[in-house]
């Protein structure tokens, strides 16, 4: 993620714009509503024609300084596809005691009619609310009468107490954007750390001007002068944010303005003061969060010390206490570090969010006698954790260290295990959070592979059938996502899937091994045959040593890419086939040998081929050892995946003698 720090104070750095263009809501004309594709990108369902924001931290009489935040935005619908833009969510921060209040001050659609443009205004009915959960509600609008070739403008207003940490403003957005100004206005005595992140910079333009506010003090009206700092940021012509395959998250590298209160006169200058910064708002959160639920020991403690009594290793402990809280406390499908019932009424109800399930499991491993601490992260959807701010993080897992490693544990998924951690959660990195100590950045994506190892052996007859063995072996990440796939299907139904997968075959003899004892590889067993694996051309039998294991098409398509490389974990698949060659045939051509690798050995394809007397030996192995591969090596994978699809799809030509 391309990351830049900028302070608002310091103004020589910053790029001056020139005069900006006027952008106003309710000027539709009737070029705009007869366009009927992007200029740009004639693929475009719709397009953002101009956004514009304004956040501005006012001196209220009653409340103090408040956030107000106003956006206005006018966008176009170009196919059917578009009509999704017809609709707005808007989330708002809001509890019992306080909340973030929204205003609609426009919202219509513009069609044209007859030559005319004609306005459709949002009707009072049109906007509904969602409970999201405690925290949070959402905001719908459904503007009217959208069709293709509609223009969409509305505007609206959030006030919100909550001024430390204002709203990201989202420059690209999943259509192209022709236009994005955001503009904000801070007193100069508040200092906002601000990052900018993606792939395009926005233009920067600095102004200091005067300002006046009455106050009411003591029955007394005073006047207070101060200076406010006027900064705007425009990006213009920005592609759409397209999500592409291998991505956690594109939303990651979206071009977007963060921003965050600073303490004090304090800004962020190197990564030593941003280490500090961490270290205090994690600190915050383990006092306020995690402390005194973290204390609380002795409701558990006549069901623990019976599991453990007889274990002697960390290890035996880590896996007993583990099953033990996945098995009797289910997630009840809320995120957050905090304990949302608590971890006492957790532990009573057998229910709990993800702060419930694993600050109890952290609980239970510290009175083992274990190592344990919390781990402070962000899920994919969330994003990566960008401010040492407390909303950065959604989720919270635990950590044992041992003499030889950190083991990472979630109880919430009853198939992980440790260091095999649900996929929502391997994002970057997390936080290990010490009481009274410095905090620790912990890696979540994973280093070690997941295997898959199919073992196959087949003959082929005469007239093309196909009858054969199969045996495939998976582990870690490879074996937890297998279970978590037939946990809720039927063997009936998972075999159907499977047969319609592998080019039709007829699956016989299934069976599978270890579904329920996590600690050992998944095993699954078949017998199948097919009459169409194989192509029988008069007196030859042309087929794919792999059958339906040889990728077919190129996982990458697109010219070039600006997005990392995420694969969810490293893997290395290995396949063992024999195939026996039928009575009265002879070869007549087998693939030849390959072994390709690039990138310093990250990526490595072989395929090998062996003949004895009447079968053929082929072995494949295609190993990706890490799973972020850089953007700037794009064109290596994509050639490499090309070469692969290339030699798992060439034939052995079998002839008759």
């Not at 070029?31 to 369902?45: C, M």
């Not at 007993?320 to 957050?336: C, H, P, Q, R, T």
């Not at 969010?353 to 781990?375: E, F, H, K, Q």
């Not at 396949?575 to 050995?601: A, L, T």
């Amino acid at each position: 993620m391309i990351r830049k720090i900028v302070t608002l104070l310091f103004v020589l750095s910053f790029t001056i714009i020139g005069k900006a263009q006027d952008f106003q809501l309710g000027k539709v004309t009737v070029e705009e509503l007869q366009e009927k594709r992007h200029p740009k990108d004639t693929s475009a369902v719709a397009a953002v024609l101009f956004k514009k924001g304004r956040m501005e931290l006012m001196l209220s009489q009653k409340h103090g300084f408040m956030l107000n935040t106003i956006v206005k935005m006018k966008l176009k619908v170009y196919k059917k596809e578009g009509y999704q833009w017809g609709v707005e969510k808007i989330k708002l921060y809001a509890t019992e005691k306080v909340k973030e209040e929204i205003s609609f001050i426009k919202a219509s659609t513009y069609n044209l009619v007859n030559g005319v443009v004609v306005e459709s205004k949002m009707d009072d009915k049109a906007t509904f609310d969602n409970r999201i959960n405690k925290f949070w509600n959402q905001k719908n609008i459904v503007f009217p009468n959208v069709k293709e070739g509609s223009v969409i403008e509305y505007e609206y207003s959030i006030k919100t107490p909550f001024y430390k940490r204002p709203r990201d403003w989202n420059f690209q957005t999943e259509i192209p954007v022709n236009y994005s100004e955001y503009k904000t206005i801070i007193p100069e005595f508040y200092i906002y750390n601000t990052i900018t992140k993606g792939f395009f910079s926005p233009k920067i333009d600095f102004k200091l001007k005067e300002k006046k506010a009455t106050l009411e003090i003591s029955s007394l009206l005073r006047i207070e002068e101060y200076k406010e700092k006027h900064t705007t940021y425009i990006l213009e012509n920005l592609p759409a944010l397209r999500n592409e395959i291998y991505v956690n998250n594109v939303n990651d590298y979206c071009s977007s303005l963060i921003q965050q209160m600073a303490s004090g006169d304090f800004k962020i200058r190197d990564e030593k003061e941003e280490a500090e910064q961490w270290n205090k708002v994690l600190q915050s959160i383990y006092d306020l969060e995690f402390a005194k639920e973290l204390s609380q020991n002795t409701f558990f403690e006549q069901d623990i010390k019976p599991l453990i009594v007889s274990l002697s290793t960390p290890e035996e402990k880590i896996i007993a206490i583990l099953s033990y809280v996945k098995n009797n406390i289910k997630w009840n499908g809320d995120l957050g570090y905090e304990a949302e019932n608590g971890i006492k009424k957790a532990f009573k109800i057998k229910s709990g969010n993800i702060g419930d399930i694993n600050i109890l499991l952290t609980s239970m491993l510290i009175y083992a006698g274990l190592d344990a601490n919390l781990v402070l992260s962000s899920t994919r959807e969330n994003g990566i954790a960008a401010f040492p701010v407390t909303s950065a993080f959604d989720y919270v897992i635990s950590s044992v260290k041992t003499p030889d490693k950190i083991f990472l544990l979630d109880a919430s998924e009853y198939n992980s295990m440790p260091n095999i951690l649900p996929l929502r959660v391997i994002n970057w990195y997390g936080y290990l959070i010490v009481n009274k100590g410095n905090s620790q950045k912990i890696n979540l994506v994973k280093s070690e592979s997941s295997y898959k190892f199919t073992s196959m052996n087949f003959e082929i007859a005469p007239d093309g059938v196909v009858k054969g063995k199969l045996k495939q072996q998976q582990n870690n990440h490879n074996a937890m996502l297998y279970r978590d796939y037939v946990a809720n299907e039927n063997l009936e139904s998972y075999i159907e899937k499977l047969e319609i997968e592998s080019g039709k075959i007829e699956i016989k003899d299934y069976h599978r091994e270890n579904v329920n004892e996590l600690q050992k590889p998944i095993v699954e067993y078949f017998s199948f045959s097919g009459n169409s694996l194989c192509e029988v051309i008069h007196n030859k039998i042309y087929f794919s040593p792999m059958l339906f294991f040889a990728l077919k098409e190129n996982p990458f398509k697109q010219e070039t890419r600006e997005y990392p490389i995420e694969y969810d974990f490293p893997f290395e698949n290995k396949y063992q086939i024999n195939v026996r060659i039928p009575e009265g045939y002879s070869i007549e051509s087998v693939p030849n040998p390959i072994e390709i690798s690039i990138i310093e050995d990250i990526a490595k394809f072989k395929f090998l081929t062996k003949v004895i007397d009447n079968e053929i030996q082929i072995s494949v192995v295609h190993q990706i050892r890490e799973s972020v591969i850089k953007a700037q090596n794009y064109d290596l994978l994509k050639e490499y995946y090309q070469r692969i699809i290339e030699k798992q799809n060439e034939k052995i030509v079998l002839k008759k003698a």
